[in-house]
């Protein structure tokens, strides 16, 4: 199973973490199977982008981004070139890292 390397974020996980999940999962899932509990206001629909990391590792062993998602990631906060929306990134069998933005733009935030 790949690990999911959790780079440090102060609301969602201060001291980093290493997660597993099995190839095929979004990380999105998986961060939240682990009680990494990132936002997702859309219930993982890719039609918003509180779900968006940053992958600094393993971004090429991830399924490829669909128009769609490019469209939303266009209107993401701190929007990089190994951007993904983490509810639309599936994993393969290679490790990633990723980081976990320190804003969202989420008008109505809500407890999932």
């Not at 999105?28 to 682990?34: D, G, I, P, V, Y």
Request: contains cysteine; proline residues 5%; glycine residues 4%.
């Amino acid at each position: 199973m790949p690990v999911i390397k959790i780079l440090p974020h102060a609301e969602y996980c201060p001291q980093g973490a290493e997660i597993t999940a099995p190839a095929g999962t979004s990380i999105c899932e998986a961060l939240l199977e682990h009680r990494i509990n990132i936002e997702h206001a859309c219930d993982m629909s890719c039609a918003c982008t509180t779900c968006h990391v940053i992958v600094r590792e393993g971004f090429a062993s991830l399924n490829d981004a669909e128009e769609e998602e490019e469209d939303l990631l266009d209107r993401a906060w701190g929007l990089e070139p190994q951007s993904r929306l983490s509810c639309q990134a599936i994993l393969a069998a290679k490790d990633v890292t990723i980081e976990i933005p320190k804003y969202t733009i989420n008008h109505a935030k809500e407890n999932h």
